[in-house]
Nanobody, 115 residues
């Protein structure tokens, strides 16, 4: 089991930056894959970025070159650095992982980008 708590969301102007954090309640050293998703009202959650225990990353095409996912195993935390934000990045952002086929989600943090 693990509990995930996101933080770092807020209101930012287009072109600005935010860093989201996802703090886990247990060691993430052995958790193979940690991800960030986002969701806007009326739409399904979409994968934004993922990172493996070995540091391999993947990104949605819409955020490539602007967002960077990282993990600090010593702090049990996964980060999402978001630069050059656009109004279309406005969404609730969620941290997610899967452990032994069980999906764990955080409560989400809202990101709003004004034009």
């Amino acid at each position: 089991q693990v509990q995930l708590v996101e933080s770092g969301g807020g209101l930012v102007q287009a072109g600005g930056s935010l860093r989201l954090s996802c703090a886990a309640s247990r060691s993430i050293f052995s958790i193979n894959y940690m991800t960030w998703y986002r969701q806007t009202p009326g739409k399904q959650r979409e994968l934004v970025a993922g990172i493996t225990s070995g540091g391999m990353t993947n990104y949605a095409d819409s955020v490539k070159g602007r967002f960077t996912i990282s993990r600090d195993n010593a702090k049990n935390t996964v980060y999402l650095q978001m630069n050059s934000l656009k109004p279309e990045d406005t969404a609730a952002y969620y941290c997610k992982t899967v452990i032994q086929s069980v999906h764990y989600w955080g409560q989400g943090t809202q990101v709003t980008v004004s034009s």
